[in-house]
Structures are given as structure tokens and as C-alpha cells.
């Protein structure tokens, strides 16, 4: 990793840089900006410490006129008072304590310290973990949450923050199980859909927990892949009449046509690109009756009693893990991937396997070509990708590498050397945030 100053160069701007020096700057000021978080939760910390309530009139905060250490930071630095007081929580549960005695004791959450300490995480990363952490640390007990923090902070390294919390929601349903129900019968207990006109439009407001929204979004969602596989098959896309609709418009036209198939449309069937509704449950919960489960498209685990429920209905697959299956490798006999093994691909690797999209989002494509290769139909020979990540890959000379067998296997993506001189793999797929699996 390049300095900063020597990254940057000679250069006025971002213009006078090649593409190799751009990469490198934004990377140099990333490691530089976590690092200046670990300093400044230290110091956050500090300042907390010297400005706590028992100091009375001593108190650091209260001398140079503020009510507190957050307000302090806040004037100090030019963030808002809610970023000042996030500052305080992850650097007091990162730094070193002490007993009643005096004598030294780690800190509360070590690993996380040493992720900061080296700039391997930034504070908003670790002001996350530390919250789920802190919300479990009763239900869970000390050593599994020791054990939940291992596992986000080195899982978390290198994530945007989005990735991030698609993480958290999973590891926290993972420490505490019990703690699903409760939450969803308070968010089924919100749920609420408003409708008022003005200006001639008429306004739709929703908000749905999961088990409610689960097969909205996956109809909706099938309905925008039906539609742009229609676009991409029109004859003349370049048309007067030809559809160029945005995704927020095909979602509203698909919603109006859902309705309107329910108030009595003729029509059979409604154009979902195949949508299925999938509900993914270990075996040993569903008997237990505990634990929780995962919907395809939606980051927010329920618990096994929603995932009962939700089976019981029509359009819903149950995938139990640990059962039997049916014939998943079909070698040179079928050119296409059969719905079984679809669905094992979507077990496998939760969408599309290089950035995420939902599984109805996506095709199930040959790694070895099946006309050029002559690869195989088998799931060790299959992915699933959506059709900008599979351009990109043929595109950019990216590789695939699939490591295992089954369900079970993992997908690596292998950079191109001109991205990557050493071509470090790349974890995708659902091994990415099933991290407490």
C-alpha cells in the first residue's frame, strides 16, 4: 500500500491521474481515514473519560463550556451530535479498563480495537458491530458474543457499510433466536399501507415486515425481469413505441396489473420471470421449533414460526437444509439448468453471486461454456449472475473458481491481473454474510 503523498504524486487533480494512481489514492485514503478513526476514537474516549458526571465542576466538557464530552467533539471536529456521541461509545468500548483495584484490564470488545488500531476498520464499522453486540451481550452470553464479534470484525473487513449490515441483521438473529419473535410480532404490529390524491396523482405510502412484504417484493421483482428479458428479446429496440420504462415505473405498472388480475382479468397468468418464493431453514430448527430462517431478497432473518406459516401458503418453496434432493448434476445430457438445480444454485449462492442481486434478478449461467467448453451442466460447473455481472465478467477476463461440492461449495471470483498483479480470490456468494452458519 502506497502513501498517501506518494500516490497522489505530482498531480493538480484527480484528472492528471491514470487509472492505476486513482485506485491507488482512493485506497491510501481509506487506510488513512481509518486510521485517523482509530486516533480519534482514542481521543474521544479520553475526553469522555476526563468529562464524566462525577467530576462535577472539574469535568473537562463543562470547563470549556459544553454539557458534555459529545458536545465538546462536536464543536471540535464539525460533525453532528449523534456522530460525536458514536465517536464516544466506540472508543470507550475499545479502550483498556481497569478494575476497582486499579490494575489493567483489556477492553470490552479487543478485537475490534486491534481492527482499528491497524485501519483494517473504520468507526462507523465498528460503532455498528458494537451495537448489535451490546443488544445480544444478556441473551447471548459472553462467550458467544466474543465468538459474534470475531466473526463480524473479520468478516466486515474490506465491506461497504450496506454489505455490513446485511451481515449484522444475520449474526444478530444468530445470537439471539429467541429475540425474532418478540421484534416481529412489533413490527407486524406497524404495518400500514396509506393511499391519498393530490395534484391528480394517487399517493401509496407501505410499510411491511418481512413475512408480509416477502412476496410483494418477489412478484414485483419478477415482473421487472420479465419485463427487461422482453426488452432485451424486442425486435427493434430502437423503436417510437419501444418499452423504455425506469425500474420505478415497471414496479408501479406491475403493481396496477397484479390488482387488476384479482379483480378478474382472464389472463391465466401473470409475466414473474419465473419468481418463486424461497424460505430457507435448517432442519435441526424447524423441528426444534427455534433458530430462524432466511427469505431469497430480503436481508431481515424471521423466526421458524413466520418461516411455518409462510410455507403453509401457495407460491412458497420451503428449502429445508439437511433433507434429500433431487438429481442436481445433469453432466452433458441437458444444456439448460432444470428448476432442482436453479434452486440449488440460489441455495448456494443467494443471488446473484458477485454483487447480490436477488435470485429472480438473475440467470444460471455455465462457467465453462457448454458449446465453446463443452462444460458440463452441473452445479460445480454453474453460477448464478445477473446480466450486468455477466458481462462484466466475460467483458474484463475475470475468472471463476468454485470450491467444494454442492450447496455447500464456495464461489471465488479471480481478478484479472491488471486489476489485481497477485489475483487474489475473491469470496462471493451467499458464504459472504452466512458467516454464523
Known amino acids: 500500500m502506497s502513501r498517501l503523498d506518494e500516490a497522489w504524486s505530482n498531480a493538480e487533480d484527480s484528472g492528471d491521474l491514470s487509472r492505476e494512481q486513482l485506485i491507488a489514492v482512493g485506497e491510501s485514503i481509506g487506510v488513512l481515514k481509518r486510521r485517523l478513526d482509530a486516533v480519534h476514537v482514542s481521543v474521544a474516549a479520553g475526553i469522555s473519560h476526563e468529562s464524566r458526571p462525577e467530576l462535577g465542576a472539574e469535568s473537562l466538557a463543562k470547563q470549556q463550556g459544553f454539557r458534555n464530552a459529545a458536545a465538546l467533539i462536536a464543536a471540535a471536529t464539525g460533525v453532528c451530535a449523534g456522530d460525536a456521541s458514536r465517536l464516544v461509545k466506540v472508543g470507550e468500548a475499545t479502550a483498556p ?19 482499528l488500531t491497524v485501519g483494517a476498520l ?26 459474534g ?17 446485511k451481515l449484522i441483521v444475520r449474526v444478530e438473529a444468530w445470537l439471539d433466536p429467541d429475540g425474532l419473535e ?28 418481512a413475512e408480509t412484504a416477502a412476496p410483494v417484493v418477489a412478484a414485483i421483482r419478477g415482473y421487472v425481469t ?45 409475466p414473474l420471470a ?14 426444534a421449533g427455534s433458530g430462524s430462517a432466511t427469505i431469497d431478497g430480503l436481508d431481515q432473518p424471521v423466526s421458524i414460526g413466520s418461516a411455518r406459516r409462510m410455507a403453509a401458503g401457495g407460491g412458497v418453496i420451503p428449502c429445508v437444509l439437511g433433507g434429500d434432493s433431487e438429481i442436481l448434476d445433469w453432466g452433458r445430457e441437458k444444456r439448460l439448468f432444470t428448476r432442482g438445480q436453479r434452486l440449488a444454485l440460489a441455495e448456494r449462492d443467494g443471488g446473484c453471486a ?33 446480466e450486468i455481472c455477466h458481462h462484466r465478467i466475460h467483458d474484463n477476463d475475470w475468472e471463476i473458481s468454485i470450491d467444494g461440492i454442492g450447496t455447500t461449495a464456495r464461489v471465488w471470483f479471480i481478478p484479472p491481473r491488471y486489476v489485481d498483479p497477485a489475483r487474489t480470490p475473491r469470496l462471493g456468494g451467499r458464504a459472504r454474510f452466512d458467516i454464523a452458519a
Open 354 to 386: 458477485m454483487c447480490g442481486l436477488p435470485p429472480e434478478m438473475t440467470k444460471a449461467h455455465h462457467i465453462r461454456w457448454w458449446k465453446r467448453d463443452h462444460g458440463p451442466t452441473d452445479l460445480s460447473n454453474g453460477v448464478l449472475l445477473c
Open 274 to 287: 419465473g419468481a418463486t418464493l424461497i424460505i430457507r431453514m435448517k432442519l435441526d430448527d424447524l423441528q
Open 122 to 147: 473504520g468507526a462507523q464499522a465498528a460503532a455498528m458491530i458494537i451495537a448489535v453486540l451490546d443488544r445480544c451481550r444478556v441473551a447471548a452470553g459472553v462467550e458467544r458474543v466474543a465468538e
Open 97 to 115: 479498563r481497569t478494575d476497582l483495584l486499579g490494575a489493567r484490564l483489556p477492553a470490552k470488545y479487543p478485537l475490534l480495537r486491534a481492527a
Open 182 to 209: 418478540p421484534k416481529e410480532e412489533e413490527r407486524r404490529s406497524k404495518r400500514s399501507l396509506t393511499m391519498f390524491e393530490r395534484d391528480g396523482m394517487v399517493h401509496l405510502n407501505a410499510r411491511l415486515d
Open 149 to 165: 464479534e470475531r466473526l463480524l470484525t473479520e468478516a466486515a473487513v474490506g465491506l461497504g457499510l450496506d454489505d455490513l449490515r
Open 226 to 270: 420479465a419485463a427487461f428479458a422482453a426488452r432485451k428479446d424486442a425486435p427493434d429496440a430502437d423503436a417510437p413505441d419501444a418499452d423504455r420504462r425506469p425500474v420505478s415505473m415497471i414496479q408501479a405498472d406491475a403493481l396496477a396489473l397484479f390488482c387488476t388480475h384479482v379483480l378478474g382479468c382472464e389472463a391465466k397468468r401473470v
